[in-house]
């Protein structure tokens, strides 16, 4: 089945328009890796695709539905995490927000069967042993953990993640990408995840797209990750 569907897709802010004329087909399990320089309109596709910014044109599928109509299908992480770290959540509660939020409780006692699916996310990340750890105490790496854990628990069909690899160190980017594959590999999500840099992510990535506004180029990462493709939208490498 397709996951994502996009047919002559553009999107606006007002006037501008941020991504012009898109048109690609993703199916179910494969992980696209999303590439392009800054203001190339990576984020606002994701938002797009999330359901979260409806100005656009042409049509948008997710799992055969628009995506004002597949939020409960889809998990998004943003890039940076807007958590309030003045706000002293431990990181099982962190984890259970991405069910709570979902279901709109507003002052809560968390129910114990979704403390219960945020110790099962948790210890699918590897750190069911931090549960009670306050999270603004955490490391860049395992916050961005905690954070897929967190996506997780709603169990998504589709995860978007903006730049889930950025501001870390080769060791922990290491590790975040080693469970961007556990998830491929072991609960077959469809992912979107837009990097800067593919490395990290080659075994993962089924696709890349390059974006520069319009779609520069889409295919496996031989097809697309050649220098004089690379070339055009970010200059010459050499
Ligand atoms: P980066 O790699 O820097 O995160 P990006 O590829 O994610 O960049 P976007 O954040 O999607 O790029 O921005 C695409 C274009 O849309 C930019 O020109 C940006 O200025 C514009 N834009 C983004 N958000 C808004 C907004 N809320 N209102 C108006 N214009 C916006």
Excluded: C, W
Aim: no cysteine.
């Amino acid at each position: 089945m397709e996951a994502v569907i996009s047919e002559n897709v553009s999107i606006y802010y007002g006037n501008y328009e941020a991504v012009k004329g898109l048109t690609f087909k993703l199916h179910e399990g494969e992980t696209l890796l999303l590439m392009g320089p800054n203001g190339a309109g990576k984020t606002t596709l994701l938002r797009t695709l999330a359901g979260f910014h409806k100005e656009y044109t042409g049509k948008l599928s997710i799992f055969g539905k628009p995506p004002h109509e597949s939020k409960d299908l889809i998990s998004y992480v943003p890039q940076s995490h807007y958590l309030n770290e003045r706000v002293p959540l431990t990181v099982l509660e962190v984890v259970a927000m991405g069910q709570i939020y979902k279901k709109s409780f507003v002052h809560f006692k968390i129910p114990k069967e979704i403390l219960k699916s945020a110790e099962e996310a948790l210890s699918f990340v590897g750190l069911e042993s931090i549960k009670d750890k306050l999270f603004k105490e955490l490391s860049g790496g395992q916050k961005q953990r905690v954070l897929l854990a967190r996506a997780l628990i709603s169990n998504p069909k589709l995860l978007l993640l903006d730049e889930p690899l950025s501001a870390l160190d080769p060791s922990a980017r290491a590790e975040v990408a080693g469970i961007l594959n556990k998830i491929k590999k072991e609960r077959g999500i469809t992912m979107i995840i837009t990097t800067h840099d593919v490395n990290p992510l080659t075994e993962i990535g089924d696709k890349v797209m390059l974006l520069n506004r319009e779609l520069i180029a889409f295919g496996t990462p031989p097809e697309v990750l050649r220098d004089e493709i690379i070339s055009r939208v970010y200059g010459s490498l050499s």
